[in-house]
Structures are given as structure tokens and as C-alpha cells.
């Protein structure tokens, strides 16, 4: 991964957060908590693929190894999988006759079971000297290091494209790095840039705060 330039890794974007992220301290998981080294992940994606099934997540993130993420997505684009007739509407008979081809090989398993081709995996590789973690910060990461998405929605108007609002949705996943020495909190640090740790070790009742302010709108 080019973790300088975000935009320079294949649809992925890559954040460095710094030393800024909140989570439990392997070495005393009852009260103690440090600062990580972090990365904040981000790849756009259709939400009509999590309203297609609600009990599948179908964007999903874990360790695969300690320098790599393995990132699970659905392999198709929803409309020109799910959208057939508007697609029909715009198209020449030659072209749709194109993806209905496609379509019944897809759906009858001529070029592999449909369950295997619904899924595209991704490994994001960060430099070999990393050593890449959610379970810190996400108490349910469970021994494949899986990481916890978020779902984040921004919504616009662009008067270029009518007046109808816009909403654009990005799943983000956040990975601490343990291969750097992580900073104890103490009493006058403030954790208002890491809200979303914060908040979350608060529900599990690993950090007691007053207050603070979420800038994310996220749906997850």
C-alpha cells in the first residue's frame, strides 16, 4: 500500500491517523488504555448490497496476515448486475444481449459456483515491518483480527446534476499498529479526535467521558 499518497491504491484510500487512537492495553485489558499508531481504511460502495440481504454484512475487513488486510467485497457492480431493464432502456439489443449472456452464465455456475463469484477479496499489504491489529479497539475482532466497519453516508446537492440530493456511502474500517510503541494515556490527554474509539470503549464500559463530539455521519 502507498500509505503517502491515499489516492494511489487501486479504489482504496488510506489515512495515516498518527498516534491518536484510543484502545485496551493487552498488558492490563482491565483499566489500562494506550494510544496506537492507526489507520483509517476507506472504499466507496454501494449500500443497495446491504438492503439486498439485511443479515449480511456485505462488506467485510480482518488481518490476514500481519502486515496484510484482507478486504471482502461484492465482485459484481449492483446495476449491472440488479438494474437489467433500466440498463435495457439505454443499450443496444447486441449490448444487453451482452450481459444477459453473462447473467445466465453467473446465475447457472458455467464459469464457477455463484456464491464463490459473488465475492471479490482484496489484500491490502502495508510494509513488511507492520504489525497490524482491530482487536484493541474492537471487542469483537475474535482470533481472525476482524475489523469494525462503519458505514459512512455524505450527503450533498450539486446544482450541475439537479436539485435532488445526493447521498454517497463509504464503508471504513480502522487497524492499530502494534509494531510501535504505544503511549499510556494520561490524565490530561483529551480524546475528542478519537470520538469513535472513545464512544466505543465507553459502551463497553472501559472509559468513562463527559462529553466529546462525533464529525463522522456514520451509520454503523
Known amino acids: 500500500m502507498d500509505l503517502k499518497r491515499p489516492e494511489n491504491n487501486g479504489g482504496f484510500f488510506i489515512f495515516d491517523l498518527g498516534q491518536t487512537v484510543l484502545g485496551e492495553d493487552p498488558d492490563d485489558p482491565q483499566k489500562g488504555l494506550l494510544f496506537y499508531y492507526a489507520y483509517d481504511i476507506y472504499v ?3 449500500i443497495r448490497h446491504v438492503l439486498d440481504d439485511l443479515n449480511t454484512m456485505p462488506f467485510k475487513a480482518r488481518v490476514r496476515a500481519d502486515n496484510e488486510i484482507l478486504v471482502t467485497l461484492p465482485a459484481w457492480d449492483w446495476n449491472l ?19 444477459d449472456d453473462a447473467h445466465y452464465k453467473y446465475k447457472t455456475g458455467e464459469y464457477g459456483e455463484m456464491e464463490t463469484r459473488k465475492w471479490a477479496n482484496h489484500v491490502l499489504q502495508f510494509p513488511k515491518d507492520h504489525v497490524l491489529k482491530s482487536s484493541p479497539i474492537y471487542k469483537d475482532a ?3 483480527e476482524v475489523l469494525e466497519i462503519k458505514l459512512v453516508d455524505i450527503e450533498y446537492k450539486d446544482s450541475r446534476l439537479g436539485s435532488a440530493a445526493i447521498t454517497d456511502y463509504y464503508a471504513k474500517w480502522t487497524v492499530v499498529c502494534v509494531h510501535k510503541k504505544s503511549r499510556k ?16 470503549l465507553q459502551k463497553i464500559g472501559k472509559l468513562n ?10 451509520t454503523g
Open 142 to 144: 475474535g482470533p481472525d
Open 185 to 200: 494515556k494520561g490524565k490530561s490527554d483529551t480524546v475528542a479526535e478519537m470520538s469513535d474509539a472513545a464512544k466505543h
Open 209 to 218: 467521558l463527559g462529553g466529546g463530539s462525533n464529525n463522522d455521519m456514520n
Open 44 to 46: 466507496p460502495v454501494d
Open 81 to 99: 448486475l440488479r438494474n437489467r431493464d433500466a440498463l435495457a432502456a439505454k443499450l443496444k439489443d447486441h449490448e444487453i444481449g451482452g450481459i
